[in-house]
């Protein structure tokens, strides 16, 4: 059993949950192994559901051999699936697995119709309003929980669900000062507006549930970005939280799925390391400044003085994003391919890689530990001795 801790269950969906919800980090940071490792200690584990192609080696000689854009697209579905029952096998039944979509992917349809057909628990979907996912979810029993980052999407989500028949499950709020990967905001010079206070959207939002006639009880908040200590979850949760969410701690963890290099680069940043930056999704992202990265800000208005308004074919042929700055010529947005980064990431691949990374300091300083340490320390302050042991690490 877990060990005992003073916080409330975040309860969803008729179950009752350690109050930490596991980000989804992509490109394959967050699959199988991270996810199925923290359900099975009661909480919810994320896979992010973007291009898992590349832990599965057959998968990628069949790209290779066809690089069709169907055959990327089909083999992403077939590794999604394996990737949630996989994670389910190792949940042994306790916690949740859930599934992050992005809704700017454009394939972000077949995903959630593939997550609720190999028995995900829940689908977490952000960077864009979800509101067709109760659509797409019809009929199925599947939490559904939106990221959002203010009030007033908040408010727009409930009360155009509620016209559907279906209320959120939970809500993420992430802030965007805080969070890793891609921002909750269209400018970066936005991340730190007064909105985004998590004390002044529980404020906001009392009004909105009371005139909606709902609770907590029925829709519980989850805040995300910068929690990395007992005392910030203490804080938060006393504050007025249900939950909270934790991605890069969870990152960095023995059972996270990314190569180990990939963890020493994040474990290692130090806070002048870590930079702003516009994706080529058009929104703010937060990695470690690694030589690819480097090289890229400092070619940036070059580059969009060169090719910023030139029109690209897509360069794996994946067609991922809905709306890519590098692909459709679109000035103001980055100008490169955010899969191939991500992909060389989760690789290891310290010079090609793209790193993203949460701002604050990480609990266990720059030591690997695994995930029920991760938990034990967040929820109680304290947890066992590290134990010296051999790591071991496959992409397959």
């Not at 939002?205 to 990395?228: C, H, K, Q, S």
């Not at 690997?368 to 109680?380: C, G």
Request: aromatic share 6%.
């Amino acid at each position: 059993m877990f060990p005992d801790h003073s916080f409330a269950p975040l309860q969803l969906r008729g179950r009752q949950l350690l109050p930490i919800v596991q980000g989804g980090m992509g490109v394959g940071i967050s699959a199988h192994r991270l996810a199925g490792s923290v359900a099975r200690e009661g909480a919810v584990g994320t896979i992010a559901s973007i291009d898992l192609r590349h832990h599965h080696a057959d998968l990628i000689e069949q790209c290779r051999a066809d690089p069709r854009h169907e055959t990327l697209a089909h083999a992403n579905l077939v590794a999604l699936g394996r990737e949630i029952e996989a994670a389910r096998r190792l949940a042994a039944g306790n916690g949740m697995i859930a599934v992050n979509v992005m809704k700017a992917v454009n394939a972000h349809a077949d995903y959630v119709r593939t997550a609720c057909e190999h028995g995900a628990d829940a689908i977490v979907m952000g960077a864009g309003l979800p509101l067709d996912l109760p659509d797409l979810t019809a009929g199925v029993d599947i939490a559904l929980i939106p990221i959002l980052s203010d009030a007033r999407g908040v408010s727009l989500i409930l009360k155009k669900w509620m016209k559907k028949g279906r209320l959120p499950d939970a809500v993420v709020i992430e802030h965007p000062a805080h969070a890793g990967g891609h921002l909750g905001v269209t400018d970066l010079a936005d991340m730190s507006n007064e909105r985004f206070g998590f004390e002044r959207i529980f404020e906001e939002l009392d009004g909105v549930y009371a005139t909606l006639g709902i609770t907590r009880a029925d829709v519980p908040l989850i805040v995300g970005g910068g929690i990395n200590s007992h005392e910030a979850v203490r804080h938060w949760l006393q504050a007025g939280a249900n939950g909270v969410q934790v991605g890069t701690p969870f990152a960095v963890t023995e059972e996270g799925d990314a190569h180990p290099n990939f963890k020493r680069v994040l474990v290692d940043a130090k806070p002048e390391d870590i930079v702003e930056f516009v994706s080529v999704t058009g929104l703010p992202a937060r990695a470690v400044r690694t030589p690819w990265l480097d090289r890229y800000l400092r070619n940036e208005s070059r580059i969009r003085t060169k090719i910023g308004q030139v029109k690209n074919a897509c360069p794996t042929g994946l067609e991922c994003l809905s709306v890519c700055g590098l692909r459709d010529g679109i000035e103001k947005f980055g100008h490169f391919c955010i899969d191939t980064r991500l992909a060389a990431a989760l690789r290891g691949e310290v010079s090609n890689g793209l790193f993203f990374r949460g701002r604050e300091a990480l609990p266990f300083g720059n030591a690997i530990r695994p995930v029920r340490d991760l938990l034990e320390l967040l929820l109680t302050g304290s947890a066992r001795p590290a134990v010296a042991h051999r790591a071991a690490f496959a992409l397959n």
